[in-house]
């Protein structure tokens, strides 16, 4: 299985095929409200505990998920699982568009307080937890406007898409120069600048760099919508 290797670079495919498994889900769900060890998490779902432990075993090596070792004052330490990652899994699907983001966010890291006095629900906090309350109820209502804004705005982006694909479709003739000039678009959207590296295409296309560069020449002599350019170290670069 793919690992995460920064916050800043978390893995597609590796999260999406965690997701694609419901017990996974629902231990990830677990851990949000608590830090559980395996058995635990066993009790609660009724799964043996070594498919716990194997699925615990790949969360943490995707990076999501870390276990720690708790001393007990009578029997053995306990190794507990707790999420160490936040983030937003967002995909866009439409017939003209097919993009999937990953956005981190900062973890809140909120301490537990022990204390040996018996516990007391005073009324300040009762008025907490109805401010807590009213602050998720608030926040999830900006979300759902945002929410409305993002797919007005995922609209604008398809539709954007669709024109690109009819111009493409009218004068590019052959299924893999679509491809690449699809990609290319790809690319250079996600990027601050207009050019994109050969090396970055044939990452996004797959192909060998000699093939991808005698079809982009030939797309930029017969369609003028590709240009190619190489910088003074040689190396090459397309804008559409």
Known sequence: MPKMSSDNDLDFDAILDILSNTTRRKILQLLTAEDL???QISRILDISPRIIGKYIDEL???GI???YESERIKGPSRRYAKLNKSFSFIIDISPSNFSW???PIENVLVEAIEEENEIIVSKETSNEILEIKDCIRAKLEDIELINEKRKKLV???NEAYSRFNKIIDSVVSDYYDREIMRALLKVIVNKSSNEVSL???A???RMWQGTLVERVTILARETKLVKIIQDKKGMIW???
């Open 101 to 103: 983001k990953i956005v």
């Open 238 to 240: 397309f804008s559409i």
């Open 203 to 205: 990452n996004e296309t």
């Open 60 to 62: 943490v090596e995707l």
């Open 199 to 201: 090396v970055e295409l």
């Open 65 to 67: 998920v870390e276990t």
């Open 37 to 39: 060890y395996p058995f």
């Open 155 to 157: 609209h604008e982006i």
